[in-house]
């Protein structure tokens, strides 16, 4: 795919969702690293129902860590792997406090030391809560990526690098938003909505469905 097309699917997107943003309730940056810890293999809907009455009652790492590993399972036990992410968000709590004042730290280096934080982790948080260009890439943005030409890779470390590589700085902080929105309702798994899709024309996939 050559940049021309590349700038006109972005400028698409940005036409359609101006000021994209995460489908994740959060108020602060301590409230989005819960919400995307949990949100790993789980749903953003069934992740937004369990932080809803979670929040209410713990919304700082002191207020979590008191709530201690058998209180906090209890408000997330609706989510998959609640027990080991439980754990990893009462052990990241502590080191909140012990280590950044209970703040959640600014860079990568810092933020993928928390338990339960990898790279994916640390790129939505750099990029929706301190607003820095990273672009993370999950399931729906690999398979978007891939799909339709905008950035080929065999892994999603890969295909990260590429679009970092491809997609114009103008458009680099919206991407993430923009693709994992498009992959979750449109350029879906089993049957790409092609027909509504935006991009339509632009998109290099061979297979476009033609069902109304």
Known sequence: MNAQKRREIFTRFRAANPKPATE????????????VVLSAQATDKSVNLATRKLFEIADTPQKMLALGQEGLEFHVKSIGLY?????????TCRLLLDQHQGEVPRTREQLEKLPGVGHKTASVILNTAFG???IAVDTHIFRVANRTGIALGKN?????????????????????????????YTCKA?????PHCLINDLCEYQEKTTDV
């Open 132 to 134: 820095e260009p990273t």
């Open 83 to 91: 027990k080991t992410k439980a754990k990893h968000l009462i052990a």
């Open 24 to 35: 994740l309730v959060y108020r602060t940056p301590f409230e989005l690293l819960v919400a």
């Open 156 to 184: 999603v470390l890969e295909v990260e690098k590429n679009l970092l590589k491809f997609v114009a700085p103008e458009f680099r902080h919206d991407a993430h938003h923009w693709l994992i929105l498009h992959g979750r």
């Open 190 to 194: 089993r049957k790409p909505d092609c």
